[in-house]
């Protein structure tokens, strides 16, 4: 696809969620009060901007992939945001608060019970094992691939702390990704995501694990999909390791402690007042 192409899907990636969010809001599923959570200020925010960037960024990366690939962007995008949407609705059920983290789901296993944590994990991970097989040539390298998809999904999500944290690692790593043969197909995630952080930074909305998972199969998928076995097993060791660390160290806390990082994570958004 030309650069002008590339250009276009990604405003058709920001017009599409932008929409698709305007129609949610005016008549949310299951009314407002189901989609409504309080985010880190305790303010009331609407978790609709999941579905909406999800189903953006799904369209347009399907749209922009090469036929081989269309199944792999419709099952990274679609599965990972849709059982992420039904975790961020399952997940405050009684019970299951305190599921959260590999731990926490362990833990409910223990206890024998199934965690929409858990659910949500399986399900990224078949997506992840599904999308990977038309982005890799043998098996093990296939695994990888979906390993890497996978993951990717669940750092986004495990970042999505913070107002705009997420659609600004978003952005950071795929805005060099619309180049080259598979670049078209992150455009119009990477205009999804650029057009709802201004109201995610503003507090208006949030990602929630719906969008954040989405966004994140589709950035793993393009990350996979961006050089040889060798850089797909390189990449995979890479997010195991930072999963492997946010159950022990606190992202947010060394995003604080880290000068660059806190100044940009805290750019353009609301001070907190102490």
């Known amino acids: 696809m030309s650069v002008a192409g590339r250009f276009s899907l990604t405003a058709v990636g920001g017009v599409l969620a932008e929409v698709v969010l305007a129609m949610l809001r005016a008549a949310p599923p299951g009314g407002a009060a189901l989609w409504s959570r309080r985010n880190h200020r305790g303010e009331r925010v609407t978790l609709l901007a999941g579905p909406a960037v999800a189903a953006a960024a799904t369209v347009t990366a399907c749209a922009g992939a090469v036929p081989s690939l269309f199944r792999a962007a419709l099952v990274a995008g679609a599965g990972s945001g849709i059982v992420g949407v039904y975790d961020d609705l399952a997940g405050l059920r009684p019970g299951q608060e305190a599921d959260k983290g590999f731990a926490g789901h362990l833990h409910a296993l223990r206890a024998g019970r199934v965690s929409s944590g858990t659910i949500k994990l399986g399900v990224v991970g078949l997506a992840g094992v599904v999308a990977g097989r038309s982005a890799a040539r043998g098996q093990l390298d296939r695994l990888v691939a979906g390993g890497v998809v996978a993951g990717t999904a669940n750092l986004v999500n495990l970042l999505d702390l913070r107002p705009g944290r997420a659609l600004k690692v ?105």
Not at 209 to 228: M, Q, S, W
Not at 242 to 257: G, K
């Open 170 to 274: 978003v952005l950071l790593l795929g805005v060099p990704l619309l180049g080259g043969p598979h670049g078209s197909m992150i455009a119009g995630p990477v205009g999804a995501a650029a057009t709802l952080l201004r109201r995610d930074l503003a507090e208006q909305v949030m990602l929630g694990d719906g969008g954040a998972n989405a966004l994140g199969a589709l950035l793993g998928l393009r990350f996979a999909l961006a050089g040889g076995p060798g850089w797909r097993r390189a990449l995979l060791i890479v997010i195991v390791g930072l999963t492997a660390a946010s159950e022990r160290v606190s992202f947010t806390r060394v995003i604080e402690a880290t000068p660059v990082l806190r100044q940009l994570d805290a750019l353009g958004r609301r001070p907190i007042r102490r």
